[in-house]
């Protein structure tokens, strides 16, 4: 293999994507032309307006919602914290306990974590070996007051497929039982774009996306919140999003999110053929090439795009910089703390050392990337592995 130097590789597309150039012209095109305020009842303020419905057709239309349950953010933190914490504010009455999993975003984990200081009971389940939450633990953790399962659909470091349409029935099994204040949240910014969604084959009341992960710009995202659900409002001031959240909508964003929302939904098969390909071929070529290395999560239930590989006797963040001054973008669990390096939580939820933990890597690829560039990165890490382990003494240790 020809080792090319210079070349640069991002495989970090599940931290954020390129914004792809058909939503950029979409953008722009909103930057310029339709600038009016949508709350304005002038020409200019209904055309602004007009563009917020079609971008809400579009995101409804990717998850198989209803154009009125959709609620505009600024991104998916947002909207995680306007569903559990929103939920639960409006829900008190009715109990004051939370179900959610180990391995959350720390947009929810935050929240839940918030919530407990308020006086509120979370239960956080195990995911395991292969990182999936189990059912019959959802079941077992269930009580009557408890008023919001909150779990992800696929995890952001490991690629895990949750079995929410399984906890949804659950949810609709209870709710035919007489618990009528019981609701679903999952966490889908992984995941759309990337796998089909479809919120009432999910059973899930409420569901969190992000553009910038589906390769439109940073700061816009969105809720869906099934008709009828009841959210105590984060943001006061104003009566935009049916007065689910108050502010003056960012249009230019929100066009580019509807944009890249068509382009995923048309484009998803073919996407997540080529981006498993490109995975495959990276994994096979990592097992045949390096020793010693643990492949993280499920095998078959994980998102097409993404690789967590943990290799042994080295840390994740070395390796990181490693493959970064040779021109690839990767991302570990790990991360830097006053300078101590803690070991990844997610990782560390699968059950494995601290040392397997600490030499994570997350690898996700995207639609912009080529076997090129897989040749390319597979070179650089093997390098990169024989240089730090020759300069670790867990390897010598070991031997």
């Known amino acids: 293999m020809i080792f090319v130097r210079g070349r640069r590789v991002y495989l970090d597309n599940s931290a954020t994507t390129p914004v792809d150039p058909r939503v950029a012209a979409a953008m722009a095109r909103a930057v310029t032309e339709t600038f009016g305020n949508a709350s304005s009842v002038h020409g200019f303020g209904q055309q602004a307006r007009a563009a917020i ?60 974590a918030q919530l407990e200081k308020q006086g509120w009971e979370v239960t956080r389940l195990p995911v395991y070996q292969n990182g999936l939450v189990r059912i019959e633990d959802v079941s077992q953790a269930l009580r009557p007051d408890t008023v919001l399962i909150t779990i992800m659909l696929a995890n952001n470091e490991i690629g895990t497929i949750q079995p929410i349409r399984d906890i949804g029935a659950l949810v609709r099994e209870r709710r035919a039982a007489g618990q009528r204040y ?92 080529h981006d498993r390909a490109l995975r495959d071929k990276f994994e096979t070529e990592v097992r045949k090439r390096i020793s010693d290395v643990v492949m993280n999560g499920d095998r078959e239930q994980r998102l097409a795009h993404l690789s967590n590989i943990s290799f042994r006797f080295i840390e994740g963040e070395g390796l990181l910089i490693n493959l970064d001054l040779e021109g690839v973008a990767v991302s570990t669990g790990s991360a830097c703390s006053s300078g101590t390096l803690e070991p990844s939580p997610v990782i560390r939820a699968l059950g494995v050392d601290d040392e397997l933990a600490r030499g994570s890597i997350r690898f996700s690829f995207g639609k912009d990337n080529t076997e090129a560039d897989v040749d390319y990165a597979v070179d650089v890490l093997v390098r990169a592995v024989e240089r730090l382990r020759a300069l670790s003494p867990l390897t010598l240790v070991s031997h």
């Not at 008190?92 to 179900?99: D, E, L």
């Not at 999910?202 to 008709?227: F, N, Q």
């Not at 909508?249 to 944009?259: T, W």
């Open 53 to 112: 419905d079609r971008a809400r057709r579009e995101v409804a239309a990717l998850v198989g919602a209803r154009q009125n349950e959709i609620v505009f953010t600024s991104g998916g933190t947002e909207a995680n914290n306007l569903a559990i914490r929103g939920l639960c504010e409006a829900a008190s009455a009715h109990g004051r306990h939370v179900i959610t999993s180990a391995i959350e975003h720390p947009s929810v984990a935050g929240v839940c």
């Open 182 to 273: 019981l609701w679903l949240h999952t966490d889908a910014v992984q995941a759309a774009g990337r796998v089909p969604l479809n919120v009432d084959e999910l059973g899930c009341d409420l569901l969190t996306i992000s553009g910038h992960k589906l390769y439109a710009p940073k700061g816009v995202g969105a809720l869906y919140v099934r008709r009828g659900v009841r959210l105590h409002v984060q943001n006061v001031g104003g009566h935009q999003e049916r007065e689910r959240r108050a502010g003056t909508e960012n249009v230019p964003g929100i066009v580019a999110f509807g944009e890249a929302a068509k382009l995923a939904r048309e484009e998803l098969v073919e996407r997540a053929r």
